[in-house]
């Protein structure tokens, strides 16, 4: 089985620049939830979608969104990218079932993001 | 709230020694425990997890850790290491609220020397 892939792997945007990152969970699993690493502030989750619907959100401004579609793979949105924004953006995927705090999470290799 | 906390950034040992990477943790209501890998420029990768039961839970690549609720810790063990487990270590929790968010310490650098 494949496991999560993530595209693209490492970008490089400007300050006020938007971007789009891609992640396909594993197959059958429906839930997907996106990080963001950054050796500040280290793992912190930004969102969780399970059937189309945002689940859980983190503590980040409106300038992140995402979304997922009906094969559940998602995408994540960052609008007027600010320099902080620079980090490692990682998806996890679990099967999602009605126990989903002890389900495991299978996390992709990450976007990377450089943003000047 | 919920906090992970990881008592050291950094862990230089050698290799075949024994290994201890220390994690506590502070919630209000009941959680979930794991401890993921993170190897160069990859993603994070599950050692282990505790849900219930035994308070002892075994993992992949020899890793151990013990469950100590009164001391709200989740230590991760191995008895010899070797150089390939060179990398960012992640003790993370979540919370039986029905949500799946991981909550993440701050990452334990584990540095195999020969």
């Known amino acids: 089985k494949a496991g999560v892939t993530q595209t693209p792997r490492y970008l490089i945007k400007t300050r006020g620049q938007q971007v789009t990152l891609s992640c396909s969970p594993i197959?059958?699993?429906?839930?997907v939830s996106w990080y963001q690493q950054t050796p500040g502030q280290g793992l912190q989750f930004l969102f969780e979608?399970?059937?189309?619907?945002?689940?859980n959100k983190g503590n980040f401004p409106g300038r992140f969104s995402g979304r997922q579609f009906s094969n559940s793979r998602s995408e994540m949105n960052v609008s007027t990218l600010e320099l902080g924004d620079s980090a490692l953006y990682l998806c996890a995927s679990s099967i999602g079932t009605s126990r989903g705090p002890q389900e495991t999470q299978y996390f992709g290799p990450g976007t990377r993001l450089l943003v000047l | 709230a919920q906090s992970v906390t990881q008592l050291d950034s950094q862990v230089p040992v050698f290799e075949e020694a024994p290994v201890e990477l220390r994690c506590n943790y502070s919630s209000s209501v009941s959680v979930y425990l794991f401890w993921y890998v993170q190897y160069p420029n990859q993603g994070l990768q599950l050692l282990l997890k505790?849900?219930?039961?035994?308070?002892l839970v075994k993992g992949i690549n020899g890793f151990e850790a013990e469950f100590n609720k009164s001391q709200t810790s989740f230590h991760l063990r191995k008895p010899s290491v070797h150089i390939s487990d060179t990398a960012e270590y992640f003790c993370a929790l979540r919370r039986d609220t029905g949500r799946r968010a991981l909550t993440f310490g701050s990452g334990t650098r584990l540095q195999v020397q020969p």
């Open positions: 979608y399970f059937s189309e619907t945002q689940r």
């Open positions: 197959s059958g699993h429906r839930s």
């Open positions: 505790y849900l219930s039961g035994s308070t």
